[in-house]
């Protein structure tokens, strides 16, 4: 049996915009002074513009690549994209926090404990680092989810 995988390019890019907004206020108002200091940067000390640009430009790069696998995930592990009867105990919201749970539990939480045991960072960036991805992933989840 052949999957029939849709991937919605305008839910994608919706999500897209939604992490880089949702990674803004993460990292500007929310936790941006903390996460400089754990960092060890200068909060009050902006960058030159040609590399405030280039950080922006991969940041989405980096937010498509990340939604439109996300995407992929996602419709792989729906029963209907091999024709088969949808689950009545998976719903849209619960496809949605399990790929979003899993993806971060099975591939961000380890990277990110990696900072902590390699980078010796701390256990406080740790948190705001890893909270972010759980949130990045069910925002890109739900959108991908309820687009489709």
Do not use: R
Request: aromatic residues 16%; charged residues 10%; neutral net charge.
């Amino acid at each position: 049996m052949e999957p029939n995988i849709h991937i919605n390019f305008l839910a994608i890019g919706i999500a897209v915009v939604a992490n880089f907004f949702l990674g803004f206020i993460w990292y500007t108002p929310l936790f941006g002074k903390v996460w400089a200091k754990e960092m060890g940067f200068n909060f009050d000390q902006k960058p030159p513009t040609s590399v405030f640009v280039k950080a922006m430009i991969i940041n989405v790069i980096g937010n498509f690549l990340m939604a439109w696998v996300l995407a992929h995930n996602i419709a792989v592990w729906n029963p209907a994209t091999w024709n088969q009867p949808a689950s009545e105990m998976m719903t849209p919201a619960l496809m949605a926090a399990m790929s979003a749970v899993f993806t971060w539990l099975g591939f961000f939480v380890p990277l990110d404990l990696n900072t902590v045991s390699w980078e010796m960072k701390s256990w406080k960036l740790f948190l705001i680092n890893t909270t972010y991805h759980l949130l990045s992933l069910l925002v890109v989840s739900f959108i991908i989810v309820f687009m489709a």
